[in-house]
């Protein structure tokens, strides 16, 4: 017999909660699958459960769970299965008394494999007298969550069309502020050129749109990223929306600020300084202006003269 595998640390961690909730729904009503039903066919569950394999291993499941529990418990009775009972059919207006439960087994064996309670036969009725029991419709399947290779059913409304946006690619041009912009704005698809028919943006963001052909136009006045809404179609009766981006750089002349150094900063300079001075066949000139970096910074400029004779 091969040896069985231990969970490692990260299929416990993963594992803990369906585990608990496995374990749980043994004792008490539990609503929660333990797998994913998905799309598996009733006939392909009823084999998977009638298989021979199948039923071994899950005997060894509760006979394991029995003994544990009877080594953690051994003052308590053992564990003992519920009975399954065939359905029964009630009045609408009759209130179902729960059945009592079956006697505790004596042992493992007895308990994996309980008989059903015996029920007894049902008076018939007469035709007049018979409760119309009428189930409610069942829900139409949502056309949007069919799966790959499923149909949508006969009943299914028409006015619920299956659209998907085509993978499409919107490029535009960066602006610049205060610099006049016109760009063509067009998606690029698969199955050819996406003609945009509406855009939104920023009101005060200085462009328009013309709708007829589709450019982008105008003196741009907000620098940043800005998102454009569009409604594209590809054939004038589906229209889909996305999303383009617009980058907006700034003007570079609007950048730059003028600060005053403060009061306290060392070593003071005047912001400009000029001196000249003429002798005997030569003469000499010097000046000095603080730049734009330290304007922008607020500091002193740097440079600076001396003559002295």
């Known amino acids: 017999m091969a040896a069985r595998r231990k969970p ?29 039903r998905g799309d598996y066919s009733q006939e392909a569950l ?12 899950t005997f060894q499941f509760i006979d394991a769970l029995t003994k544990i529990w009877k080594e953690q418990n051994p003052d308590i009775r053992s ?15 009759e209130q179902t008394i729960p059945p009592s439960i079956q006697e505790p087994a004596m042992n493992t064996e007895d308990a994996i494999l309980p008989k059903p309670l015996a029920l007894p036969e049902p008076i018939p009725e007469s035709p007049a007298t018979l409760p119309v029991i009428t189930p409610p419709p069942a829900p139409l399947p949502n056309p949007s969550l069919l799966k790959p290779g499923q149909t949508p059913p006969m009943n299914t409304p028409p006015n619920a069309p299956l659209t998907t946006v085509p993978p499409v690619r919107f490029v535009l041009p960066n602006a610049k502020v205060g610099v006049d912009y016109r760009a063509r704005v067009e998606g690029q698809t698969a199955e050819g050129a996406g003609r945009v028919v509406e855009l939104r943006m920023p009101n005060d963001l200085g462009l328009h ?13 907000l620098a940043g990223e800005h998102s454009l809404h569009l409604r594209w179609t590809l054939n004038q009766r589906e229209h889909y929306s996305s999303e383009c981006v617009l980058i907006v750089n700034p003007d570079p002349r609007t950048l730059w600020q003028v600060k005053e150094p403060a009061a306290d900063a060392p070593y003071f300079k005047a912001h400009t300084a000029h001196q000249a001075l003429t002798g005997f ?4 000139a010097a000046a000095s202006r603080r730049g734009r970096s330290h304007e922008h910074n607020g500091t002193f400029r740097d440079d600076d003269f001396v003559i002295n004779l």
Do not use: W
């Open 8 to 36: 490692t640390l990260k299929q416990r961690q993963k594992l803990a909660d369906e585990m608990r909730a496995l374990v749980l729904g043994l004792f008490e009503p539990n609503s929660r699958p333990f797998f994913d």
């Open 46 to 57: 009823d084999d998977f459960i009638k298989c021979e394999a199948v039923f071994d291993e």
């Open 79 to 93: 564990l003992v299965p519920l009975p399954v009972l065939p359905p029964q059919i009630h009045d609408v207006d």
């Open 209 to 221: 749109f013309d709708a007829e052909h589709a450019e982008l136009y105008g003196i741009p006045t």
């Open 281 to 284: 066949g030569f003469r000499i």
